[in-house]
Nanobody
């Protein structure tokens, strides 16, 4: 059974930074493209960043130049470095496979004060 566990969220002021981590237990991490998603209350879940099995990355326009997705296959961990945070980045952040998605984990709350 695969379980997605996100961590690293918190409260940060505009312009601040956070680093999120995802440890998808029970899965051969390196075999799957992965992504970070976010969902604000009353809003649709959206893909923020994605990374292929080979390490190529793509970003939503809203976070380009500010966020960086990476993966450490040896540690079976996915990361999202978030810089220059804005209030509109406030959301629950989730990781998942970019394809053949698993049940969503609990996510980690990111709150950027206005």
């Amino acid at each position: 059974q695969v379980q997605l566990v996100e961590s690293g969220g918190g409260l940060v002021q505009p312009g601040g930074s956070l680093r999120l981590s995802c440890a998808p237990s029970g899965s051969i991490f390196r075999l799957y493209p992965m992504g970070w998603y976010r969902q604000a209350p009353g809003k649709q879940r959206e893909l923020v960043a994605a990374i292929t099995t080979g390490g190529s990355t793509n970003y939503a326009d809203s976070v380009k130049g500010r966020f960086s997705i990476s993966r450490d296959n040896a540690k079976n961990t996915l990361y999202l470095q978030m810089n220059s945070l804005k209030p509109e980045d406030t959301a629950v952040y989730y990781c998942n496979r970019d394809r053949n998605q698993l049940p969503w984990g609990q996510g980690t709350q990111v709150t950027v004060s206005s």
